[in-house]
């Protein structure tokens, strides 16, 4: 049975190469093409610019003085590729590789900038590293947390650059959730957690015990961004407690109440806060209602950053790197039509320099407008999206593509999306809905969702598409659904029960199994399972929904043609189930497209299998909505 639908997968492959070419389509190598260039960063001292540049189908890393313009490749990898890399000193870099596997294993090393005295750290690591404080204390440490001893929790080590040795600074207990140092390296704060309540811990000095500052419910943002350099036991942070939407508060360590709102707005929820640390000051929020929005928090900022804007108008432009002094930015800008490009900015002679375009194949008069739109669901809540209409086309009667965000959380935003753009290149209106359980419209919004993957959140999502049917924009008989993750989750369970709704659907490396999903948290998540119960389902106590909820165990209800990929080398991803469930599909003739892909951290690879990928999914959606 599986040879067969591979079979039917080479097939449509083949005729789509023949049957479907359109000299006015944009390949789609075009829209996922891999950078050339990318994750910059600049030296402490402002001096050098370092990225990964594409050789030889792998990543490797240039370092380039800015003065003189000339660079230098550091790296010459052969097996691994960088997952992440950055400087510790004015002249070393730590990098970090990873392997193809689905154990991920990983090596560390230090380099110096020119190339030379490259010394490895750790081999072959099965254990996940996070750097909490990555600026060199006492010319040979580094602050990191890993899950060496324990792979369920994170410990804190002194990590030696010189020789490799980790030395641990602080012990987990075996609920703590996130480690934070000072703005010297000094671990000062500790989250605890018991799965649905989330403690902020605190000690003054590293010699002390930590001691409970503040308790809240999960569903309540408390976010650090950085410790008060002018006061003594004040932490900035972004902060709903008792309110719904996100500000900016300093927060007394000592007491737990909030000392100083520094920014606040009932209707506007922040979402980032920049701190410098050579100004020690908070400098501005970043707010997002349909797109993101920048308020500075005093006129010198303001006249500063200012000066970004008029260089890049009518885009979102970000921070991605500064040096110590705040002298020099890497800026990154995109808008909804362009991936965006990456810039040197010198604030001195305020001088902008391109360093690289992320896509130069995009021409952005080809691209479409992502256009902000709200409907009011059946049980009256306001719900928000966005929609993509094709070129050249009225938008009256088009084919529709629904793209589900994946979840649990998380959100659409405005901006250059590739897998949207390609779409509505095709010819299709394309509908994103932030669903309730979506974050960023505060908390009341987020909570609604909880354990309501089977009910409301399906019918925000249905409510989209009825409402731009209403507006004679979609042709009901040409509505497709796909997504990825818990969007694909939502793509099938929609798919299969409302088919005069939907004429086809598919799910890319998607939830099938609720239970599965769960049994696949990895270990140094477990602490936050009770929050996953929370939102998601309990298994024990919640188990006749949660088999409700799984498509997994609904085979015999669907109709419509099904696209189904899976990434096998995904350790979340249960292939056999996946596999299972298709033959189920089969065996009733429901249409089934199946793609294994493999999504490893090599760049060239993940640019091989999309091109298959969307290909296939494609010529799924033509059969399905364009023919008929």
């Known amino acids: 049975m599986l040879k067969r639908i591979f079979l039917f997968v080479i097939v449509a492959l083949t005729w789509a190469c023949k049957g479907t070419s359109n000299t006015e389509d944009i390949p789609i190598d075009d829209f996922f093409k891999t950078q050339d260039k990318a994750y910059y960063r600049i030296s402490p001292d402002g001096k050098s610019l370092s990225y990964l540049k594409l050789q030889d189908k792998k990543l490797d890393l240039f370092v380039e003085d800015i003065a003189s313009g000339s660079s230098v490749q550091i790296t010459h990898?052969?097996?691994?590729?960088?997952?992440?890399?950055?400087?510790?000193?004015?002249?070393?870099?730590?990098?970090?590789?990873?392997?193809?596997?689905?154990?991920?294993?990983?090596?560390?090393?230090?380099?110096?900038?020119?190339?030379t005295k490259q010394v490895q750290l750790s081999s072959n690591e099965k254990s996940r590293l996070q750097v909490i404080e990555d600026q060199l204390i006492d010319d040979k440490y580094i602050i990191v947390a890993s899950n060496k001893r324990d792979s369920t929790v994170f410990d804190v080590y002194r990590l030696n650059v010189r020789d490799g040795k980790m030395d641990i600074a602080a012990?987990?207990?075996?609920?703590?959730?996130?480690?934070?140092?000072?703005?010297?390296?000094?671990?000062?704060?500790?989250?605890?957690?018991?799965?649905?309540?989330?403690?902020?811990?605190?000690?003054?000095?590293?010699?002390?015990?930590?001691?409970?500052?503040?308790t809240n419910n999960f569903q309540t943002t408390l976010q650090p961004i950085a410790f008060s350099e002018e006061q003594k036991n004040v932490l900035y942070a972004i902060s709903n407690v008792n309110r719904d939407k996100n500000a900016l508060v300093a927060l007394d360590l000592k007491t737990g109440k909030e000392k100083q709102v520094l920014f606040a707005n009932d209707t506007l929820n922040v979402v980032d806060a920049k701190y410098s640390r050579t100004q020690k000051k908070m400098l501005f929020v970043t707010c997002e209602t349909w797109k993101k929005e920048k308020f500075y928090l005093d006129d010198s900022t303001r006249l500063t950053y200012s000066k970004i804007d008029k260089f890049l108008p009518g885009t979102e432009w970000r921070i991605i790197d500064k040096d110590k002094m705040d002298d020099v930015f890497v800026v990154r800008s995109f808008t909804d039509k362009n991936p965006g490009s990456y810039y040197l900015y010198t604030t001195k002679d305020n001088k902008f320099k391109k360093l690289t375009d992320i896509n130069p194949s995009i021409k952005q008069e080809l691209m479409c407008a992502m256009k902000p739109i709200s409907f009011k669901s059946a049980d009256s809540l306001t719900?928000?999206?966005y929609l993509t209409l094709p070129l050249s086309k009225k938008p009256k009667n088009l084919p529709v593509v629904v793209l589900p965000h994946?979840?649990?959380?998380?959100?659409?935003?405005?901006?250059?999306?590739?897998?949207?753009q390609f779409l509505a290149s095709?010819?299709?209106?394309?509908?994103?809905?932030?669903?309730?359980?979506?974050?960023?419209?505060?908390?009341?919004?987020y909570a609604a969702g909880f354990k309501q993957w089977d009910d409301k959140i399906q019918s925000d999502v249905n409510d989209g598409v009825r409402w731009l049917i209403s507006q004679k924009i979609a042709n009901p008989k040409k509505i497709a659904i796909y997504g990825n993750g818990f969007g694909g989750y939502l793509a099938l369970n929609c798919l299969y029960k409302n088919p005069d709704l939907y004429k086809c659907g598919g799910s890319n490396s998607g939830v099938i199994n609720l239970f599965s999903y769960l049994k696949t948290i990895p270990p140094f998540l477990k602490s936050n399972l009770q929050m996953y119960y929370e939102i998601v389902g309990n298994p024990i106590t919640d188990t006749e929904y949660m088999r409700f909820a799984s498509p997994v165990f609904h085979a015999d209800r669907f109709e419509s043609p099904v696209f189904i990929a899976q990434n096998i080398k995904d350790p979340r991803v249960n292939v056999a189930e996946g596999v299972q469930f298709i033959k189920e599909l089969t065996k009733r003739n429901v249409p089934v497209t199946y793609i294994e892909k493999e999504e490893g951290p090599n760049p060239v690879m993940r640019q091989q299998g999309r091109k298959v990928l969307y290909k296939a999914l494609e010529e799924f959606l033509h059969q399905n909505l364009s023919k008929r």
């Open 171 to 214: 012990k987990n207990p075996g609920n703590i959730t996130e480690w934070i140092t000072d703005n010297k390296g000094v671990l000062k704060i500790a989250v605890a957690s018991d799965g649905v309540n989330e403690t902020l811990m605190y000690r003054e000095n590293e010699s002390q015990k930590f001691s409970p500052v503040i």
């Open 406 to 420: 994946n979840g649990p959380g998380g959100r659409n935003g405005w901006g250059y999306n590739a897998e949207v």
């Open 426 to 445: 095709r010819g299709y209106a394309v509908l994103q809905v932030n669903y309730r359980g979506s974050t960023g419209y505060g908390k009341a919004f």
């Open 383 to 385: 719900i928000n999206g």
């Open 77 to 115: 990898l052969k097996e691994k590729s960088i997952s992440f890399y950055f400087w510790t000193s004015n002249n070393e870099l730590i990098y970090y590789t990873e392997d193809e596997s689905k154990e991920r294993r990983s090596d560390i090393f230090v380099i110096n900038k020119n190339g």
